[in-house]
């Protein structure tokens, strides 16, 4: 079993006080014993305890340097303390993280707001927010509202010398939620197993697009005229070259969509099959867009002489859907996330 050596004194006065850096602790390797030793299987949810390390602290205590503001310095201490423990958490589950790109742990970022994120390889950012003891609810800065994949909230002892994650949420809306309101850690993890599978079209708005899809010119593929206000709203677009094999004949084509962020937790979602190399699309493909219950939102068809089939339709954040492709028997899938 684990011992943690607590410091005897209170570190973490009201509101709280930069704390010295504790000695007492010793780094703790990350193998499957440490993993079912700090689990706490509680009647509420499973949560996952992280010592916090000289190491960490010293960390922390670079980027609180940095800081002219006393505290956004204390802040972004506690920040960096909780950026910390998710990333062990995020290696003892064996999910890839670059502190490269966490802005969080970038050494000029953090003096530009209260950021606490973590990057997921090929995900996104994650946000960690740290939890005072005895706090009833987690505050989210409005600074990280968009462009995250989720948060987690990391509750820290009196003393900083241990983290424990408590729970996760998708989306964030205020400034504050209640802990009772978040999901599990299991949540989490399903959650970053449905993103690996999926093409995350918010992630296009940071220079991400993966599985075979390829940013390309809007007016290589010129969608539906756009009122000019519209313009400069944040919109990427990107295409898939895809093939349908029949019996008789092979139909090259170009899905393509484009994404235009309405707004925080809304997004405009443009889908085109363009001909590629064909005269014209066959006659009766189909462009379908599937729910997440498996039930067809909307279809179009092709007809006679059509080079583009399209649709258009507003996509809720973390909302989850199918394109479909189909001609007879042969179809080609994609899962998407806004």
């Not at 966490?102 to 950012?125: E, F, H, M, Q, R």
């Not at 509202?145 to 205020?174: D, H, M």
């Not at 220079?207 to 899809?213: A, R």
């Amino acid at each position: 079993m684990l011992l943690l050596l607590v410091a005897p004194c209170s570190l973490l006065p009201a509101p709280y006080s930069l704390l010295p850096i504790p000695y007492s602790l010793f780094p703790v390797p990350c193998s499957l014993c440490y993993i079912n030793n700090t689990m706490n299987n509680t009647e509420e949810k499973l949560t996952f305890k992280v010592a916090l390390t000289p190491s960490a602290h010293r960390l922390a205590e670079k980027f609180r340097r940095q800081q002219s503001n006393p505290d956004q310095g204390k802040q972004v201490y506690l920040n960096t303390l909780a950026v910390y423990a998710m990333n062990f958490y995020c290696q003892c589950m064996g999910i890839d993280t670059d502190l490269s790109k966490s802005s969080s742990l970038t050494p000029v970022i953090p003096t530009l707001g209260d950021i606490a994120d973590l990057y997921l390889n090929n995900l996104g950012k994650l946000e960690c927010l740290p939890v005072l003891p005895q706090s009833q609810v987690i505050k989210i800065p409005p600074i990280v509202w968009n462009n995250r994949i989720g948060y987690i909230a990391v509750q820290l002892n009196e003393s900083l010398t241990e983290a424990t994650l408590l729970g996760f949420s998708k989306t964030a809306s205020t400034q504050e939620l209640p802990l009772s309101e978040l999901g599990s850690l299991e949540d989490f993890l399903e959650h970053i197993e449905t993103l690996s599978q999926c093409v995350n079209l918010s992630q296009w708005f940071n220079q991400i697009c993966d599985k075979g899809w390829q940013r390309v010119k809007t007016q290589k593929y010129p969608s539906a005229p756009q009122p000019a206000f519209r313009l400069r709203r944040p919109r990427v677009t990107a295409a898939k070259s895809i093939t349908l094999e029949t019996n008789l004949v092979s139909y090259p084509m170009d899905l393509v969509v484009t994404v235009t962020q309405e707004s925080q937790q809304e997004s405009d979602i443009e889908i085109q099959v363009n001909a590629r190399d064909i005269d014209h699309l066959p006659l009766g493909l189909k462009l379908m867009v599937i729910d997440d219950s498996g039930e067809i939102f909307s279809e179009v068809s092709a007809g006679i002489n059509d080079t583009i089939i399209s649709h258009g339709f507003l996509g809720e954040r973390q909302e989850e859907f199918t394109l479909k492709v189909a001609l007879g028997d042969a179809s080609f899938s994609e899962y998407f996330v806004v």
